[in-house]
């Protein structure tokens, strides 16, 4: 019913940036808080930035002023602009939205396919 497609990943040298994104489209009402997890090797998933409809966001103190989460809501599409970028940032980085289905009145979480990011030193 809904698809997300990321893009945006690749490797980088330590300081460098990149720029995710992640486009929303099928059987959708609204979408509701937009946000990027983390999985490392061996760890678990973490909470790197949410941003809600209007805006608001939330973010991890590990990226805080150097990450930035955007959205453009005519397109159903999140964004993570990373800057200076560690090798600590060196993950599989996975969008999540949460839908209002059309048609219906179940709201339901949905998750990207993951995209690497890899930081060199």
């Known amino acids: 019913q809904v698809q997300l497609v990321e893009s945006g990943g690749g490797l980088v040298q330590a300081g460098g940036s990149l720029r995710l994104s992640c486009a929303a489209s099928?059987?959708?009402?609204?979408?509701?808080?937009m946000g990027w997890y983390r999985q490392a090797p061996g760890k678990q998933r973490e909470l790197v930035a949410t941003?809600?409809?209007?805006?608001?966001?939330n973010y991890a103190d590990s990226v805080k002023d150097r990450f930035t989460i955007s959205r453009a809501n005519a397109k159903n599409t999140v964004y993570l602009q990373m800057n200076s970028l560690k090798p600590e940032d060196t993950a599989v980085y996975y969008c999540?939205?949460?839908?209002?289905?059309?048609?219906?009145?179940?709201?339901?979480?949905?998750w990207g396919q993951g995209t690497q990011v890899t930081v060199s030193s």
């Open positions: 999540n939205v949460n839908v209002l289905i059309g048609g219906t009145f179940r709201v339901a979480d949905y």
């Open positions: 099928g059987t959708i009402f609204s979408v509701n808080v």
């Open positions: 941003i809600t409809s209007g805006g608001s966001t």
